[in-house]
């Protein structure tokens, strides 16, 4: 068993030119494509259409290459487009599909293994609640039963939360996106033993932000009515030659963090940035992003959340989005925002998918 | 001789409550301050009053202390504002005054040294043509006589070019912020031998990007008659604690010449930032930006260049300006857009003034 | 007693050719100035530097004349400056005087008058409640009793709200833009007898909407410790030429409104539109403007309201102002936003000021 | 022959709610629509994917009912949408069929007939000059023959233009939106006899702004190869209950205009704007607008074309979009910038589609 996963520079939201040869050239079977993660160059926000219009465009192909409907694609492969490609940050797909056989023993090395669920149909008066952290929390720790991974191999826990239609009338109070990423990514700490359950409430929410997850990255989708989960860890029993690792930024500036990061996977920045023959090895970065809510960093005054042209949230993607590039020297990177319950106010994880070093492989 | 020099953050454009203060404790001398350089919370652009809010509020506080009127003190200082605090970078100002007498001997250690100067006034039909460029190149030249320094020892020419009013009718056809603010870095180049005379030519003009300077950080003011100048050297003549290097950013995401200006100064980052105890010893860092103009970015598609909603130049200062403070740690950083003839397509120039360690003190 | 008022057209926010013409030539004394009322070229949002701007260029020109300080100036006149000239709506600059004596007998038309009055220092826990809307209230009466005017003759209340910096740490839950623009509003509309006092309560700000006045038109400041308010009515006992009427828009597109207005001060749009000759008598209009936040407008879906790229106040000023600029064929409009307890949620009022016709002149 | 259409208000840019359910009920029947024209809420520019979204969805849908591939959908539909619905403007589909036999004989009231056509595949290097002028002329005349109708009749050309991708390396000059608009509205004035044939030329085109079309509607698109053209008309020969009018807007405030343009449809403002029941035979408003080059409208400043925070384009669709419901009380109206060549600088057409009143139908 081993996760093939590539990276498609895309020319647009709909563009699917990567991965349709990649389909065609049978270096990827549709059939086995577990999910779609991408940044597109919308705004993000309410009304960035970026995201159904990538999404529509990566079903339409993947359905042209295994039978399915368009529809049943969707049921059976998360696909996840985060709109904001701000600054250096370049839109791409990240394309992850698991072949292959258990292994019969233990690989010298761990290797990355990714699972993949849904929660229950949420009610919409339990979003932001109790009851979504713990249903989340079950679902994670499902799909860590099913990997036969412990905490520590867990370096990241993708979740797209559920904000279901309410049945009629306004939506309950917490029936919104900043609640439904704080409870998801409450129940990622949870299920990982990262926040001790006695801790956690409806009033924990939003309001306990000593409470945080450092390998969660939770977004929300009005009229999603379960949650979609997709966990990354290594495991000694699958193979392939991808590895993941992570680290916590306690601010948008911490690139200590991200080194901390590159170098869990066998990188190492020289002269603070990745050196061209190891860039070529790094797969992917996530990280989530946020204006420090003080108005502050490092001392300084931001004016991120004062700014009536232009959304903090933008700003928070271009920041991270540059930082990690520098670091990196890559601009294809996943940043998304915002990280209620990712890290400390103003910081969040970040995570790094690499593929060993050829001199490494058996 | 020596430059005395400080930053106050600011709470808003107008806000000098740093600048009242260094002034009413004697910190500070209005009647000795050469040049007031700051970045305001515009938008950069066109509508942005911001930088003539601060220039107004700036003018007012140093008057109240020269006994100067508001007009005198325009005049006779440099006010120059640049809007745009995108993402990290915070609003502040910075403060360079000359006091003392001449060294009679060359110190040990060459010390940072300003001087200040204007061009004639132009006439509109010379602005980005081989007028501009020579007068621009006449200007720096002098100064440099002036402070005894070697083109070498010159690591930043702040030019905010001017843009006359035409007599009448229409501006003719290169009477625009693009053209002057490329004819005052041609001109720079010139005077610093960067560029040899007999390439530049009225064609050379935004057409020849093989010529450009690594000092230069110019700017251009509708309605302004003719250019100001403030020339930043190291001299052994002067005295005082502050140094100032450079390096050329090859593109936005070139952290090795942060690295390299920041050790020209006697500073090393670590894990790639400047440890606490040498971010104290920053004073001021000044960088150029620009979108790629190709639309690619290390082989990876911007799209900084192709947005309706956010201009590329607010992209260009937002990841610059993360690239630096991530590097220095530091969001207290200059970065002014665009950067024609200033570096290669798409990089710039970085300029760092520090204090001298406090053990190099003698 | 009579009102002298002139508008100017600027050409930038700090722009006082105009009103400095006007001093100069001694068509207004300095002296004599209650209020100037403009717009500018800002945003509106918080992030508008544009009214600071305006503000110290008009009390500077203002102190020119008068031999006050600049701090005199800003505490005798009402200086009000909305930002936003979104669309066809045009920068400008309203001035009003007060001068001559007492008439000492009736006219017989009623005349514009104008009255100016600040409340009491407010504490920030007041804002958006019971306090701040009998004080206001109480400060209306006071102005109407001033001018000796009944409420069926006052047509527009201007109110720039307080919102007092909170002694320290956070500020109480109300004290925000929203409340302290409702809280105003509603202090219009209970001096006006346009809200029954028993209806009024902490709990009906911004909840019971069925509560409202048809003449205020709030805004809110932070850092204002009082209340600004400018009171505009007929009287019998004033003279001068100009008269004011207002009415109240249903909704953004509420045609009728404005024709309402117009035709009661004498004015009849033709074909929909003030013909040129009628135009010239028309000295201000005043809106009120905020985008329905059902999300609809006469059955049809806005946008207005999800945009993350422009906000739903920039959208709103710019149809208001286009349609009072269509229907009046004048572009130098104020219209502002928004307009809690001004007429039904996404409707507001709309006054005119205009001279009378000279044919009616005794 | 008569042209069947209806108007279906859009909950988002892929919403084909309405036109399945008119397909499913069989009022509309799929293989004789000829066209779909709509307006979604992107920014209307270069990153603006609600159009393609559009398309995709609507082509999808008729493609369910009509039997075809969505390709030819694509191919033999119109499929033309115009992002940008800022202010009231709502977004909506206009779909336009056209079935039974030719009338036997002339009706006694002209109806509207439409039509529909390509250009040849143009050369880039053609694009914004005469061969394309006289190329789209010679298709506007081949429609006109094949409805019968005189140039008086033809009330609206929408035109979406070629731009073609270019052979190799950087697109010709000419090559872009500009032009193309520029060149598709001369051919419409050159087949309508609004323009003299001798005074068009390449040098003509966004130079000499005497010459224009007063109904033509002309956008384009990269990438189109050949031009897409509808043409409005009124005939004797079709039946049906929908006729047209147009008017020329000779700027952004012309009231007058928008009502000729209704009266000539047989529909009566009344204080302004429509009554309620004469908006219900209100089928669709189309409008070109633009932000008056000069900087100046009716003799005020606008600063629509200095606002580097947003674009002419959104305010001239919003300032023109509301000016057309405040008129017509209906916000789903169809607005499109910019507007070369059609009417005089910051002016531009409106057409109006109206149901014939029932006591007019035999």
Redesign the interface.
């Known amino acids: 068993m081993r996760i093939v996963a590539e990276r498609f520079?895309t020319?647009?939201?709909?563009d699917c030119t990567g991965l349709r040869a990649a389909l065609a050239g049978c270096r990827l079977d549709a059939r086995e494509v577990l999910a779609v993660i991408g940044k597109t160059?919308?705004?993000?926000?309410?009304?960035?259409?970026?995201r159904?219009?990538a999404v529509?465009a990566v079903a339409e192909t993947l359905a042209g290459f295994s039978g399915e409907s368009r529809d049943e694609v969707e049921n059976r492969v998360v696909l996840s487009f985060s709109g904001g490609?701000?600054?250096?940050?370049?839109?791409?797909q990240l394309v992850l599909a698991r072949n292959g056989a258990p292994r019969r023993e233990p690989a010298p090395e761990k290797r990355l293994a990714v699972a993949v669920g849904h929660t229950r149909v949420f009610d919409a008066a339990e979003i932001g609640r109790l009851a979504m952290i713990e249903e989340t929390a079950r679902v994670v720790r499902g799909l860590m039963a099913e990997l036969e991974v412990d905490a520590e191999d867990v370096h990241l826990v993708q979740v797209k939360g559920a904000i279901p239609d309410p049945p009629a009338g306004p939506a309950p109070p917490r029936c919104d996106m900043v609640h439904a990423r704080a409870a998801s990514a409450l129940g990622v700490g949870l299920a990982l033993g990262e926040i001790a359950p006695e801790r956690l409430s409806d009033e924990a929410v939003c309001r306990d932000w000593d409470l945080y997850s450092q390998v969660a990255s939770t977004s929300a989708k009005p009229g999603l009515a379960r949650s979609e989960i997709v966990l990354f860890a290594n495991s000694a029993d699958w193979g392939g030659d991808l590895r993941i690792g992570h680290a916590l930024m306690q601010d948008?500036?911490d690139?200590?963090a991200?080194?901390a990061a590159l170098r869990s996977v066998g990188l190492s920045?020289v002269?603070?940035?990745l050196p061209a023959g190891e860039r070529e090895r790094l797969l992917a970065v996530f990280a989530k992003a946020e204006a420090n809510p003080s108005g502050h960093?490092?001392g300084?005054?931001?004016?991120?959340l004062?700014?009536?042209?232009?959304?903090d949230t933008?700003?928070a993607r271009?920041?991270?989005g540059?930082?990690v590039?520098?670091?990196t020297?890559?601009?294809?990177v996943y940043v998304s925002t915002r990280a209620e319950h990712h890290g400390p106010p103003g910081g969040g994880p970040v995570a790094v998918i690499a593929r060993a070093a050829p001199t490494a492989r058996p």
Chains 1, 2, 3, 4 share one sequence.
Do not use: K, W
């Open positions: 520079a020319a647009g939201p709909s160059e919308g705004n993000g926000g309410r009304n960035d259409f970026t159904e219009l529509r490609c701000e600054g250096v940050a370049s839109p791409h948008m500036l690139v200590a991200v080194h920045p002269d603070g940035q960093i490092r300084r005054r931001h004016t991120m004062g700014d009536d042209d232009i959304g933008r700003y271009c920041v991270v540059s930082v590039a520098a670091v020297g890559e601009p294809a």
